[in-house]
């Protein structure tokens, strides 16, 4: 099994799994229009996942990324940003 992109930052600070980065297990890179966004971001008044950052990407939705293969994140490692939980490595081919 190939290994799984690194999520080393998130700045979305409105998502319950940030807790200085990512501390859910994987997330998934989905989006529409052109845009990758965090399809696992969620907005709650709570924060959850794992004791420390160490998320990984587990299914990309992005197929015209040049970074997917066979809906896997073939990028060694992503970061997430702004509002809107854009993944930044984001890159159409």
Do not use: K
Request: hydrophobic fraction near 35%; aromatic fraction near 4%.
């Amino acid at each position: 099994m190939p290994a799984l992109a690194t999520v080393t930052s998130c700045s979305t600070t409105a998502c319950s799994y940030n807790t200085d980065g990512c501390t859910a297990f994987a997330i998934t890179v989905g989006g529409a229009s052109g845009a990758a966004s965090c399809g696992t971001f969620v907005a709650l008044d709570a924060r959850g996942g794992l004791p420390t950052a160490d998320s990984h990407v587990g299914a990309c939705q992005r197929l015209e990324c040049r970074h997917n293969n066979d809906l896997m994140c073939t990028a060694e490692a992503i970061t997430v940003g702004g509002d809107n939980a854009a993944c930044e490595l984001y890159e159409a081919s």
